[in-house]
Nanobody, 125 residues
Framework: VQLQASGGGLVQVGGSLRVSCTASGRASGSRVMGWFRQAPEKEREFVATINKSGVRKNYADSVQGRFIISRDNTKNTVYLQMNNLKPEDTAVYYC???????????????????WGQGTEVTVSS
C-alpha cells in the first residue's frame, strides 16, 4: 500500500486547511486510517483516526472540536479538515494505514503498518 499526502501549506491563525491522503495498491481502500503529526524537535503525535466505514472516529484532545477526519472509499482517500488553526498545529502531517485485518481504530503509531511521506502545515501568527 502506498500513501500520498497532499494539501499542506501556509495558513494564518484561525484559518482552515484540508489535507488529503490517497491510498493505492492492494486493498488500499479497506483499512483503518490515521493522521499523525510531528513538529520540529518534538515527538510524533497522534491526531485522528477513522475506521473502515467512516463511522467510528477518535481525536487527540488537542484537536477535538477543531479537526474533522473523514474518508471517501470510492476515491481511496482520507481527509483531515483543520479549522481554527493555531501556531501549535504547525507540523508535518503524516497519514498512516493499519494492516488490512485490523478493524479497530488506534491512536498508537505502532498500530500502523504503512506511512505516507508527510505534508507540511505552517500556521503563522
Amino acid at each position: 500500500v502506498q500513501l500520498q499526502a497532499s494539501g499542506g501549506g501556509l495558513v494564518q491563525v484561525g484559518g482552515s486547511l484540508r489535507v488529503s491522503c490517497t491510498a493505492s495498491g492492494r486493498a488500499s481502500g479497506s483499512r483503518v486510517m490515521g493522521w499523525f503529526r510531528q513538529a520540529p524537535e518534538k515527538e510524533r503525535e497522534f491526531v485522528a483516526t477513522i475506521n473502515k466505514s467512516g463511522v467510528r472516529k477518535n481525536y487527540a484532545d488537542s484537536v477535538q472540536g477543531r479537526f474533522i477526519i473523514s474518508r471517501d472509499n470510492t476515491k481511496n482517500t482520507v481527509y483531515l479538515q483543520m479549522n481554527n488553526l493555531k501556531p501549535e498545529d504547525t507540523a508535518v502531517y503524516y497519514c498512516a494505514a493499519r494492516h488490512q485485518h485490523e478493524t479497530a481504530i488506534s491512536g498508537s503509531a505502532e498500530g500502523y503498518s504503512y506511512w505516507g511521506q508527510g505534508t507540511e502545515v505552517t500556521v503563522s501568527s
